[in-house]
C-alpha cells in the first residue's frame, strides 16, 4: 500500500485579514481539503499551519489567496516547509499578543445583505435589534483600541455574549464566528430616547419613538458610529431651518440620509456609477445633481445645484429610515466648524442647545470619524473630497519604500496625518480645519492611536513649509525625530503620482487657495515639473495683491476689485452689490501692495473674483463656497472661452476678466459667462502643461489641488490634454485638497530618505 507524500507548511499572510472572517474561512478551507494544524491571528497578521497531502495543502494554498472572504485585502502569502507534528484535527488558536503589531484593522463597513435580511425579519432573533452585525459587516475603526483586533481591545469588552451569541462565535460555520462586536438584544448595547437634560424618556421602542418625534417635526441628536448626527425631516421647512440656526451654520448644504436607493433618486439625479458608490460598503455621501422638484427644504442646501445623499449604513440608520420612511437630513453633530460630537456627555453638553431629543446608545466611540465625501468624476473614477469613515484605515501604498518609520503632519485645512513604515502609509480620519485647541487634540490623538495601531515609532517628520502652521509646530515639537520640509504643492503633486504607484518626473497643474510657496509668498495656481525628492516652478498664475489678506479670502469682491484693478491698471466700476466708498478703499490697498495686501498666485481667488463678478457671491461662509456656486452655475453645454494668454511662465488672466466683465455688461447670462470663465482656465493650464512636457519630453500631467475639485474644469482640463496625446494622472484614492497632502510629504520624505 502506498501513502501519499505527506507535508506540513507554515504560512504567514499579511494585508487586512484580521477583523474579516480570514480564520473561519481558514478552518473550512483546511477542514474541506482534510487537512490539520491551525491557524490564529497575531500582531503581523494571519499565521497559519497546516499538515495533510501534498496535492491538498498546494490546493490550500492556492485556494487561500483566491477565495478570501470579501472584506479581506491579502497582500502577501509566504509559505515554509516546516517539519510534520502529526496532528489530527485543525484549530483556531487563541492570538498572540507579543513583538510587533502589524496586523491591520479594518475600516467600518456597512450592514450587509443578510444582517439586513435578519433585521427586518420578524422570526430572526435579531429582529429590529439596532446593533446587528456579522464577519462580512458593522463597526470595525471606531471600536478598536488597540491590536490583535480581538473583542477585549474594542469598546464591545465591557459586554458579555449571552449563550446563544457564544455559541454563534465559537462555530467556525457561523456567519458570527470571531465576529467581535457579535451582540444581540439579550446581551448587546442598547439604544435609548434622553431629553437634551439628560432624563432618560420612556419608550417601548426607543427606534420608533425617535421617528415619531422626526415625524412630528423635532431636531433628533442620533448617536452613529464614529460620532453624533444632528438629524430632522428633509422636507419639514420649519425644522431644517431650525437646525440651521441652532447650529449657527449660514449656507454650507446639509447631507441627507435617504432611506432606499429609489428613494435617493428621488433626490439627485444618480448614473451607474453614483448608485455604485452610494451602495457600496464604505457608503459616503455621494454629491450629486438635484432633481427639480426633489422634495427637500430650501435650508437643506441653499443656492447649490447639488445635494449630498447618503444610504443607511449602521443597523440603526437603518431602523430609523425605514421607520421614518421619509429621507433625513443628517449632518454632523457639531457647532458650526468644531469637530464632531463622539463621547455621550460632551455631545449631551454641546449638543443640548441644538436638539429636541437624543437617540443615544451604550456602545462607547472609540475614534471619532467623519462621513466620507466623494462625487463621481468619469466612469469608474471618484473623486474623493473627504476621506473617512468606510476608508479609514485603509492603507495605500508608496512607490517606494520609507527607509525609517516616518509621520507627516499634513497643512492646516481640511487636516489629515499619514503614518508609514515601509512601502505601507496609513492616512488618518479627516480632522477638520486645524485652527483650534479642539481639533488640535484630536490631531495628537489620533496620530498617537495610530502609532500605537500600526507599531510606527516615526524616527523622520515631515511638514509644511507654512510656520504658523499648528501641524508645523506639531511636527517642530516632537523630540528626535528629523523634520523634513516638504512644499505644500510639491506635496500635492507628490501624493498624486505616489498614489497611482509613479515616482516621476512629471508635469503638474496644482491649483488651490493657498500653500506657503518656496519664495514665501503664498503660492495657489502653479506649473510644478517634478518627482518624489523634488520640483522646479516652471509656471504660475500672474501674481495679484490679496487686499485684506484673509479678509479677502472670506470676501470676493475685494478679489474682483484686485483683479479689476490688475487689468485695467485703473479705477473699475464696483462689482454688484458693493459700496463704492469699500471698492476704492480696497482698490487702493491692492495698489500699495505692501504686507496688507500680498501677492498671490491663487488660483482659487480667480474663481473667487469671477464669481463676484458674476454677482454669484460677495462674502463668503465657507471655504470654496464662491468656486462652487461659479461651477454650479456653469452651463456644461457652453464650448466657447475666453482669451487666457500664457507669457512666458505666467498665466495671465486679465484678459480673461476684462472678457467675463464685459460679456456681463452686455447682459449675457453668467451660466454662459462661468463656463467660457472654466473653458479658458482650461485651455490654457493645458496649453501651458503640454508646453512644459514638450521642453522637458515628459508624456505625464498632474492635476491637482483643491480647485480640482472642480468637476467641469478637471474634465475639461483632463479632455485637452489628452487630445494632445498626454497621460493624465488624477487622484482617485486621496482627495485632491489639503486632505491628500500629507500622504503625499510622506511620499516626499521617503524620497528624500532614500539612499
Ligand atoms: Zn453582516
Ligand atoms: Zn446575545
Avoid at 440603526?316 to 421619509?326: E, I, N
Avoid at 523634513?484 to 510639491?490: D, E, L, M, P, W
Amino acid at each position: 500500500m502506498s501513502v501519499a507524500a505527506q507535508c506540513r507548511v507554515r504560512t504567514r499572510v499579511e494585508g487586512t485579514v484580521q477583523g474579516v472572517g480570514f480564520r473561519p474561512f481558514v478552518y473550512r478551507l483546511a477542514d474541506e481539503l482534510g487537512l490539520a494544524g491551525f491557524v490564529l491571528n497575531d500582531e503581523r497578521g494571519v499565521l497559519i499551519e497546516v499538515e495533510g497531502g501534498e496535492r491538498e495543502v498546494e490546493r490550500f494554498l492556492d485556494r487561500l489567496p483566491a477565495e478570501a472572504p470579501p472584506l479581506a485585502a491579502v497582500e502577501r502569502v509566504t509559505p515554509a516547509r516546516v517539519a510534520l507534528v502529526g496532528e489530527g484535527t485543525f484549530r483556531i488558536v487563541e492570538s498572540r499578543r507579543r513583538g510587533q503589531p502589524d496586523a491591520l484593522v479594518s475600516p467600518d463597513t456597512a450592514t450587509c445583505e443578510d444582517c439586513r435580511r435578519e433585521l427586518f425579519d420578524p422570526a430572526d432573533r435579531r429582529y429590529r435589534y439596532p446593533f446587528i452585525n456579522c464577519t462580512n459587516c458593522g463597526p470595525r475603526f471606531t471600536i478598536v483600541r488597540g491590536v490583535p483586533y480581538d473583542r477585549p481591545l474594542t469598546t464591545m469588552a465591557g459586554f458579555e455574549m449571552c449563550a446563544a451569541c457564544r455559541a454563534e462565535y465559537e462555530d467556525p460555520g457561523d456567519r458570527r464566528f470571531h465576529a467581535q462586536p457579535n451582540a444581540c438584544a439579550e446581551c448587546g448595547p442598547r439604544a435609548r430616547l434622553v431629553a437634551p437634560d439628560g432624563a432618560e424618556r420612556e419608550a417601548a421602542d426607543p427606534l420608533r419613538a425617535a421617528a415619531e418625534q422626526l415625524l412630528s417635526g423635532a431636531v433628533l441628536a442620533v448617536k452613529g458610529l464614529g460620532g453624533y448626527h444632528l438629524a430632522c425631516r428633509a422636507e419639514d421647512e420649519g425644522a431644517v431651518a431650525r437646525l440651521r440656526a441652532r447650529k449657527h451654520r449660514e449656507d454650507k448644504p446639509f447631507a441627507l440620509m435617504a432611506p432606499s436607493l429609489e428613494s435617493a433618486r428621488e433626490l439627485v439625479e444618480l448614473g451607474p456609477d453614483e448608485e455604485e458608490l452610494l451602495r457600496g460598503r464604505e457608503r459616503p455621501i455621494v454629491i450629486a445633481r438635484r432633481r427639480p422638484g426633489a422634495r427637500v427644504a430650501r435650508a437643506v442646501a441653499p443656492r447649490s445645484r447639488d445635494l449630498g445623499v447618503m444610504l443607511p449604513y449602521s443597523p440603526l440608520h437603518q431602523l430609523l429610515l425605514a421607520d421614518a420612511g421619509t429621507p433625513l437630513v443628517m449632518t454632523s453633530g457639531n457647532v458650526s466648524d468644531e469637530p464632531i460630537a463622539y463621547e455621550d456627555a460632551d455631545a449631551l453638553r454641546r449638543l443640548a442647545p441644538i436638539a429636541d431629543v437624543f437617540l443615544v446608545h451604550d456602545r462607547p466611540i472609540h475614534m471619532r470619524t467623519d462621513d466620507s465625501v466623494v462625487r463621481s468624476r468619469a466612469p469608474g473614477a471618484p473623486l474623493i473630497l473627504r476621506r473617512s469613515r468606510g476608508y479609514v484605515p485603509g492603507s495605500v501604498a508608496l512607490p517606494l519604500a520609507a527607509r525609517r518609520p516616518l509621520l507627516a503632519c499634513g497643512a492646516e485645512l481640511k487636516s489629515t496625518f499619514c503614518l508609514a513604515k515601509g512601502r505601507r502609509a496609513w492616512v488618518g480620519h479627516h480632522i477638520g480645519d486645524l485652527q483650534n485647541w479642539e481639533t488640535l487634540r484630536s490631531f495628537r490623538e489620533g496620530i498617537e492611536h495610530f502609532e500605537r495601531l500600526f507599531a510606527v515609532e516615526p524616527e523622520v517628520v515631515a511638514h509644511d513649509l507654512h510656520p504658523d502652521y499648528l501641524s508645523t509646530r506639531y511636527a517642530l515639537e516632537r523630540e528626535g525625530l528629523r523634520p523634513i520640509g516638504v512644499q505644500h504643492h510639491h506635496a500635492h503633486l507628490a501624493a498624486c503620482l505616489a498614489e497611482h504607484g509613479e515616482g516621476g518626473p512629471a508635469v503638474g497643474a496644482i491649483y488651490d487657495g493657498t500653500g506657503h510657496g518656496s519664495d514665501g509668498t503664498a503660492w495657489g495656481g502653479e506649473i510644478l515639473v517634478g518627482d518624489l525628492g523634488g520640483f522646479e516652478r516652471v509656471g504660475h498664475l500672474l501674481p495679484v495683491p490679496l487686499p485684506g489678506g484673509d479678509r479677502a479670502v472670506r470676501e470676493p469682491w475685494r478679489m474682483a476689485c484686485a483683479w479689476l484693478s490688475e487689468a485695467l491698471g485703473e479705477l473699475a466700476p464696483p462689482a454688484p452689490g458693493v459700496e463704492a466708498d469699500r471698492w476704492r478703499d480696497v482698490a487702493e490697498l491692492a495698489r500699495r501692495g505692501g504686507p496688507a495686501a500680498p501677492p498671490t498666485t491663487s488660483v482659487g481667488r480667480l474663481f473667487d473674483a469671477l464669481a463676484a463678478l458674476c454677482g454669484l457671491r460677495s462674502a463668503v461662509n465657507y471655504e470654496g463656497q464662491a468656486a462652487a456656486e461659479l461651477e454650479g452655475a456653469a452651463d456644461p453645454r457652453e464650448r466657447s472661452a475666453y482669451p487666457l494668454p500664457t507669457s512666458g511662465p505666467v498665466l495671465d488672466p486679465r484678459e480673461t476678466v476684462l472678457a467675463a466683465r464685459s460679456d456681463l455688461e452686455r447682459g449675457r447670462p453668467v451660466a454662459a459667462v462661468a463656463a467660457r470663465f472654466h473653458n479658458a482656465l482650461a485651455a490654457a493650464t493645458a496649453d501651458a502643461c503640454a508646453a512644459a512636457a514638450d521642453a522637458r519630453r515628459l508624456g505625464t500631467v498632474v492635476l491637482s489641488g483643491g480647485v480640482f475639485q472642480n468637476r467641469l474644469l478637471l474634465e475639461r482640463t483632463d479632455e485637452a490634454l489628452r487630445r494632445r496625446g498626454l497621460k493624465v494622472l488624477v487622484p482617485r484614492l486621496l482627495p485632491p485638497n489639503d486632505g491628500g497632502i500629507a500622504y503625499g510629504q510622506a511620499a516626499v520624505a521617503a524620497a528624500r530618505e532614500a539612499p
